[in-house]
């Protein structure tokens, strides 16, 4: 079994006890996921670009 992680953080701000930003890129396919947390709320979206389009990182096979 593989060690390598599907998804991996690449950008974080804010703090615990606030409001919480992240962004994910699924190592497979490139695509850039965005996790929001305020307070006990939390949300999970497609990064999108200005077209509408997800934003997907090059990656190496």
């Known amino acids: 079994m593989k060690n390598d992680k599907r ?4 950008y974080s701000q804010g703090s615990d006890f606030n409001k919480y ?6 190592t497979q396919t490139g ?8 307070g006990y709320g939390a949300g999970l979206t497609v990064l ?3 077209d509408g389009k997800p934003v997907i990182t ?3 096979k």
Not at 7 to 10: A, E, L, R, T
Not at 31 to 38: A, E, F, I, Q
């Open 7 to 10: 998804f991996v953080k690449v």
């Open 21 to 26: 930003v992240e962004i994910f890129v699924d």
């Open 31 to 38: 695509v850039n996921y965005l996790w929001c947390k305020s």
């Open 48 to 50: 999108l670009d200005k």
């Open 58 to 60: 090059p990656t190496e």
